[in-house]
């Protein structure tokens, strides 16, 4: 399963607005790094912020820092990308906070987070909070700085737990082949698992 979250986490990327060569790019929760190796592969200036993933990762170019707190100076990305980080952390709003100081004015930010106030059950004891599109839409609409454009919705409710208990026991490789089908399509929220919003600093 971690295979399909790292090819899940790749078309997150694949389909980025401006990802171009010389383009500077925050990963802010960044995992083992696997983004910002793409994009430096692509010939962004890319690094990342992560506090807990153990070595090795597949970058030099990650910083040990926590969101609410990012070792970088103001205005420092063109871009920053959070890929399902925002329901685990401490704080959101100085998440958000951080994000704004390092963009550059007109930079965008692009923030998945899972559509977790949709499921009626759900394991809440490993989620710091519940996230939504909603939800993100109203912390973000507290700061002045920071303008939601708009949110796409990809994956569907319930198709990753249904099917590891199904499809993917009985038949591993055509379970796998469909969830990554199911991942690489928009939904319409109501059934959306992940919501990638688009978060502009003016």
Excluded: N
């Excluded at 399963?1 to 929760?29: I, K, S």
């Excluded at 692509?42 to 090795?56: H, N, Q, S």
């Excluded at 809440?124 to 920071?146: C, F, K, M, N, Q």
């Amino acid at each position: 399963m971690l295979r399909f979250w790292d090819q899940v986490l790749r078309y997150f990327y694949l389909t980025l607005p401006g990802r171009l060569p010389g383009v500077r790019l925050l990963d802010m929760g960044c995992g083992k790094g696997a983004l910002v190796a793409w994009a430096e592969h692509d010939g962004l200036t890319a690094v990342g912020a992560e506090p807990f993933w153990p070595a090795p990762l597949l970058s030099r170019r990650i910083a040990r820092a926590f969101g609410e707190q990012l070792p970088f100076v103001d205005h420092s990305f063109d871009l920053v990308v959070s890929f399902s980080v925002l329901s685990h952390v401490r704080d959101p709003g100085a998440c958000l906070v951080e994000i704004r100081r390092v963009l550059r004015p007109g930079g965008s930010a692009f923030i998945a987070v899972p559509e977790l106030e949709g499921y009626r059950f759900l394991r809440r004891d490993i989620y710091a909070r519940l996230t939504s599109e909603r939800w993100l839409r109203e912390l973000v609409g507290r700061d002045p700085e920071l303008k939601f454009i708009g949110a796409r919705h990809i994956g569907v409710k319930y198709a990753v737990p249904v099917l590891k208990r199904t499809a993917i026991r009985l038949a591993p490789p055509i379970g796998l082949a469909l969830l990554r089908w199911i991942y690489r399509r928009s939904y319409p929220l109501f059934i959306a698992d992940l919501s990638i919003c688009e978060i502009r600093r003016s």
